[in-house]
């Protein structure tokens, strides 16, 4: 009886285990492009916000010298 149910214990374990380990990598590789593409998002926001402060800025000189 052990040499038919050994084998299948064995190979089902193994295979959970492979499945484990896929879905973590899984995670793992969508948190890392999910990062990678929230900072690209953060970045271009920021630099739209300094481009508007600089145009703000430029705006307010503008007005204190009168042109």
């Known amino acids: 009886m052990w040499n038919y149910l ?29 990062t990678a593409f929230s900072t690209k998002a ?5 630099d739209e916000l300094l481009q508007a402060e600089r145009e703000a800025m430029r705006r307010l000189e503008a007005l204190k010298s009168g042109k």
Not at 42 to 46: C, G, N, S
């Open 6 to 34: 050994l084998p299948f214990l064995f190979g089902s374990g193994l295979a959970i285990v492979m499945f484990s380990v896929a879905l973590t990598v899984s995670e793992l590789a969508s948190e890392l492009i999910r």
């Open 42 to 46: 953060t970045r271009k926001r920021l």
